[in-house]
């Protein structure tokens, strides 16, 4: 985000990166492990970064969207508005990214209540709303201290995303009016066999009817 926000000489600003880095550092021996890791990830990242060079960058962006009255908070990593007007969103992953088939069914929504934020929602800062014809991507950008980074494109056409957005809005409003509703309970121990059996079972603290 610091690099992104202002792009400098490497070799300086992982001089400066790794004053930021000091005071997260608990020990010497998590800089042994971690300061090596970070320089990887931010080699890799480097690589992919070349692509955004002449892109507006939008990072950390606060958002909120209200549905049925309720709202939906959140942060969309980054967004990069291209020369040519067309708009990428992107989050950022260190873990296992979902696959484009749960992404387009809808069982994994992240990227989609991004982009449906970003038109509709109340943005802070600078950033202003987008018109749904202008998002052109959006991708998870997998960073990695071992191999290198990876910018993986979910959707980039623009009529697929339309469609996504608009029922990723239909189906949380689907589902905020059923959790609404007063008739429909909130059933936490379906099954009370498996509900016992499980390791973190007391944290949803039900009491066990027989």
Known sequence: EEFIKNPQDIGEFVKYSRKIFAEYFTSSQAELIWWPKFKNIFEGFLDCESG???????????????????????????????????????????????????????????????????????????????????????????????????????????????????AAKSGLAELFDHFSDDDNGYICAPDLKKYRENEYSHLARVKEWE
């Open 52 to 166: 955004f060079k002449n892109a507006q960058n939008y990072t950390e962006i606060p958002a909120e969207l209200i549905i049925n009255e309720i709202s939906i908070k959140g942060k969309i990593d980054r967004v990069a508005h291209s020369e040519n007007g067309d708009i990428s969103i992107i989050d950022y992953k260190t873990g296992q990214t979902a696959s484009n088939k749960d992404v387009l069914s809808g069982a994994e929504p992240q990227l989609t209540i991004a982009a449906l934020m970003l038109i509709e929602g109340a943005i802070e800062g600078k950033m202003r709303n987008a018109d749904i014809s202008e998002i052109s991507s959006m991708a998870y950008w997998k960073i990695s201290s071992s191999n290198k980074s990876e910018i993986k494109e979910v959707c980039k056409k623009n009529d697929e995303i339309q469609l996504l957005i608009s």
